[in-house]
């Protein structure tokens, strides 16, 4: 069965803060990808990174970077000098290579004050 | 470019009735997926719409179903309303390559609210 787990429930921060949010999944499939999502309170779901299983690179886009380790099932997502524009409920998300089922799992709140 | 688009944004009904909702995919998209996120979850997948057919489904009754247009539009049917069916529900549009799909972006959501 597949599992994605977001242990952190919420975190508050206060803006220029560097903050980690963490991911752990469970596949048996040996090709998966990996997603994150974010959610500010408008309900949309935007787009951030998608990874596949074979690309244990990480990836930086600006303040965003993204930690996969298979070895030990993460994919953690790190925001460097947070920004009060950056509070939204982040999602990570699981699909097997040969399905467009996303997995969710329950979120982080990240809140940023000023 | 137009993103995803779904309508209506909020809509209330009673137990037992029905209601339809409504998604425009990104533009050159083909496939449409479905979600429903409940309060404080994350958002679990219906069913997903490709070339007018249901492709994939998730674990939910049949009073759930759906439709796909030629444009590529899809609708969501939900049947028999219960209270539990209070949700956000959210349409994904992606584009088709082989056997599987490229990343889902998601549309803004229709609350949909059962009393």
């Known amino acids: 069965a597949q599992k994605v787990t977001q242990a952190q429930t919420e975190i508050s921060v206060v803006e220029k803060e560097d903050v980690t949010l963490d991911c752990v999944y469970e596949?048996?499939?040996?090709?998966?990808?990996l997603f994150w999502y974010k959610q500010p309170p408008s309900g949309e779901l935007v787009f951030l990174i998608r990874?596949?299983?074979?690309?244990?690179q990480n990836e930086i886009s600006g303040r965003y970077s993204w930690n996969f380790q298979k070895s030990t099932s993460s994919f953690n997502f790190t925001i460097t000098a947070s920004q009060v524009v950056d509070s939204a409920v982040y999602f990570c998300?699981?699909?097997?290579?040969?399905?467009?089922?996303?997995?969710f799992g329950t979120g982080t709140r990240l809140q940023v004050f000023p | 470019d137009a993103g995803v688009t779904q309508s209506p944004t909020h809509l209330i009904k009673t137990r037992g009735q029905q209601v339809t909702l409504r998604c425009s995919p990104k533009s050159g998209h083909d496939t449409v997926s479905w979600y429903q996120q409940a309060l404080g979850q994350g958002p679990q997948f219906i069913f997903q719409?490709?070339?007018?057919?249901?492709?994939q489904r998730g674990n939910f009754p049949d009073r759930f179903s759906g439709h796909q247009f030629p444009n590529y539009s899809s609708e969501l049917n939900v049947n028999a309303l219960l209270l539990g069916d209070s949700a956000l529900y959210l349409c994904?549009?992606?584009?088709?390559?082989?056997?599987?799909?490229?990343?889902?972006?998601f549309g803004p959501g229709t609350r949909l609210t059962v009393l």
């Open positions: 998300a699981l699909s097997a290579y040969n399905t467009d089922k996303l997995i």
């Open positions: 994904a549009s992606s584009y088709r390559q082989g056997t599987s799909t490229d990343t889902q972006y």
């Open positions: 990874r596949n299983s074979f690309d244990e």
């Open positions: 719409y490709y070339e007018e057919e249901e492709r």
């Open positions: 596949t048996r499939d040996t090709t998966y990808y």
